[in-house]
């Protein structure tokens, strides 16, 4: 089964660049998406299709993704940008992997 | 705008079911696809499987495959998802959350507020 790799933890202090990776077998051959889950909250989607923002969600959040790695960028990292972070590749509506999360910390 | 209302929470005991409802609001549900989605505690987020509302095809992870059944309900416009022999690595929040499309790959645009199962005896 495909699997998906985050790093557990990142921190970051305010107004920096925060990046979180996820890497995968031709992880950039497939469209990766990240969503943002804070505590007892649902997910929320931040990044789809590599790089495209859905509406309502901040210019400083952004995605790239080439090779084996997908990356989500915040900058100007902000104190409610605190939470973990969830990627997500899709191979089919039956074959969906999600990373095992990635605790983003702004100190 | 679509919204997910999923039902409240449950405490079940080994080898029990559990079916957990998620009512698709805002749009008509044979539209979508809805995905099942589970978070146990500690934890990352675990695709568990997915129904077409429009034609009532599924699909379900191999590993849950002969436990899990998801059907839908067209006439409310409502999405269950039934676990059975509950184990207590069963115990997780469970969401529903729906498929949307970009150039064929999906994502997850929309998601329910979650449903805590708790196994235990």
Redesign the interface.
């Known amino acids: ?1 495909y699997e998906l790799t985050q790093p557990p933890s990142v921190s970051v202090s305010p107004g920096q660049t925060a990046s979180i990776t996820c890497s995968g077998d031709k992880l950039g051959g ?2 990766t ?1 990240w ?1 943002r889950q804070r505590p007892g909250q ?4 931040v990044i ?2 590599d790089n ?1 923002r ?1 509406s309502g969600i901040p210019e400083r959040f952004s995605g790239s993704n080439s090779g084996n790695t997908a990356t989500l960028t915040i900058s100007g990292t902000q104190a409610v940008d605190e939470a973990e972070y ?1 990627c ?1 590749a ?1 191979d089919s ?2 074959a ?6 990635t605790k983003l910390t702004v100190l | 705008q679509v919204q997910l209302v999923q039902s409240g929470p449950e405490v079940k005991k080994p080898g029990a079911s559990v079916k957990v409802s998620c009512k698709v609001s805002g749009n008509t549900v044979t539209s979508y ?1 809805i ?1 099942w ?1 589970r978070r146990a505690p500690g ?5 568990m ?2 129904i ?1 509302a429009y034609n009532g095809n599924t ?1 379900s992870a ?1 590993k849950l495959q002969g436990r899990v059944t998801m059907t839908t309900d067209t006439s409310t416009s409502t999405v269950y998802m039934e676990l059975r022999s509950l184990r207590s690595d069963d115990t997780a929040v469970y ?1 529903c ?1 729906r ?2 499309y ?2 064929s ?5 929309d ?4 449903t805590l199962v708790t196994v235990s005896s």
Do not use: C, M
């Open positions: 089964s497939k469209y998406s969503y649902s997910p929320v989607l789809y299709a495209k859905p969830h997500q899709w509506s039956t969906v992997t999600f990373g095992g999360g | 696809g995905s989605v934890q990352g987020l675990e695709w499987g997915w077409s699909d191999q969401y959350a498929v949307t970009y150039e790959s999906g994502y997850y645009s998601w329910g507020q979650g």
